[in-house]
C-alpha cells in the first residue's frame, strides 16, 4: 500500500504560481509511474502530468506543456508540480496519483493509489 498525501494548493491570481507537493509513504516510490490530477467541478478528473520512476521520461496534458514542470525526489518520496501562468480554467482539485507500471500512462483507472487532493483556485 501506499498513502499519498499532497499539499500546496490555494487561491492565486491569474499569472500566478504554485508548487504542489505529494509526500508518499508505506512503500518506495522509486518503482512508480507518479502522476498528477485534475478535476473541476461538474468535469471528469484528468491527466495533467506524469514523470517515470527513473526520472527520466515525462508526459504533460497539452493545457499543462510548457506552463507546468513536474518532478520527484525518490529519495524522500516525493512528487512535485510547478505551476506558473496560472489561468482560472486550472481551477480544480489536484491529485497526486501512483501507477505501478513502468511507462506513462494517461488514464485514470490505471493508477493504483489516490491522494485526497489538494484545491487550486486561480482567480481573474
Known amino acids: 500500500q501506499v498513502q499519498l498525501v499532497e499539499s500546496g494548493g490555494r487561491l492565486v491570481q491569474a499569472g500566478g504560481s504554485l508548487r504542489l507537493s505529494c509526500v508518499a509513504s508505506?512503500?518506495?516510490?522509486?518503482?512508480?509511474?507518479m502522476g498528477w490530477f485534475r478535476q473541476a467541478p461538474g468535469k471528469e478528473r484528468e491527466f495533467v502530468a506524469a514523470r517515470t520512476g527513473s526520472g527520466r521520461d515525462t508526459y504533460y496534458s497539452t493545457s499543462a506543456r510548457g506552463r507546468f514542470t513536474i518532478s520527484r525526489d525518490n529519495a524522500r518520496s516525493m512528487v512535485f508540480l510547478q505551476m506558473d501562468s496560472l489561468k482560472p480554467e486550472d481551477t480544480a482539485v489536484y491529485y497526486c496519483?501512483?501507477?505501478?507500471?513502468?511507462?506513462?500512462?494517461?488514464?485514470?483507472?490505471?493508477?493504483?493509489?489516490w491522494g485526497q487532493g489538494t484545491q487550486v483556485t486561480v482567480s481573474s
Open positions: 496519483a501512483a501507477d505501478d507500471f513502468t511507462a506513462i500512462r494517461v488514464g485514470a483507472g490505471y493508477y493504483d493509489y
Open positions: 508505506g512503500r518506495t516510490i522509486d518503482r512508480f509511474v
